[in-house]
């Protein structure tokens, strides 16, 4: 169940079929970083927990609806501690799949906390200084989360099979062996879904064997 970018070495004796297909499982990063809040009243009197943007840091932003555990129902309240979440992808257009994704990843992780600090708080102001945010005030801390292999990139190709034979997914499918398969790239994207699809097929077939 673990990434194929990890699955391609874990399995020493992987036929060529198999390594070939997982050449074309492209896994591009992604940062989320998390933006501690004093109190979000400069979207709230805009009329927005959300908003998205063309140009500078990331693309879009949202405020955390508070965890709900049981009796525990804390509103959302402007004026109150909450988390604001920045979604930032590193596409660079012009260059082939594997050139950006490696590109990315470069970028990703050879730029500083500091540096990513810095372009945060500059995004924050462009975007709600008008409304009343103030950087030094209203932030008291930022987390990054750095995903190096975040999300498999669907080519073309990727997912169905053609005339040619079968898509790189469903060779990766059949199995190696006693070993299935069954990590969420298999559905051309992340999420816990897929996943948990592809590891009831790869337990099946597994059984199956038995």
């Not at 500078?56 to 604001?84: E, T, W």
């Not at 102001?125 to 989360?145: W, Y």
């Amino acid at each position: 169940a673990s990434g194929g970018w990890v699955n391609k070495h874990v399995v020493g004796d992987l036929p060529d079929t198999f390594r070939d297909a997982y050449k074309h499982l492209h896994h591009a990063p992604f940062l989320v970083a998390n933006v501690a809040l004093s109190n979000w009243r400069f979207m709230y009197d805009l009329g927005i927990t959300a908003a998205r943007w063309q140009d500078g840091f990331g693309s879009a932003c949202n405020i955390r609806q508070p965890m709900m555990v049981g009796r525990h129902q804390p509103a959302l309240d402007p004026d109150k501690p909450a988390g604001l979440s920045f979604y930032v992808s590193f596409e660079t257009p012009g260059l082939p799949i594997a050139a950006q994704v490696t590109k990315a990843r470069a970028e990703l992780f050879y730029t500083s906390y500091a540096e990513y600090e810095k372009q945060i708080r500059e995004q924050m102001t462009k975007l709600f200084s008008a409304s009343g945010f103030d950087h030094k005030k209203d932030i008291h801390g930022i987390i990054l989360n750095r995903w190096g292999h975040a999300y498999v990139v669907p080519t073309p190709g990727l997912i169905f099979d053609t005339a040619k034979g079968l898509s790189p997914t469903n060779v990766i499918k059949q199995g190696f062996g006693r070993i299935a398969f069954g990590h969420s790239e298999l559905e051309g994207f992340q999420h816990w879904g897929p996943a948990a699809d592809q590891g009831r097929r790869a337990m099946q077939q597994i059984l199956d064997l038995i």
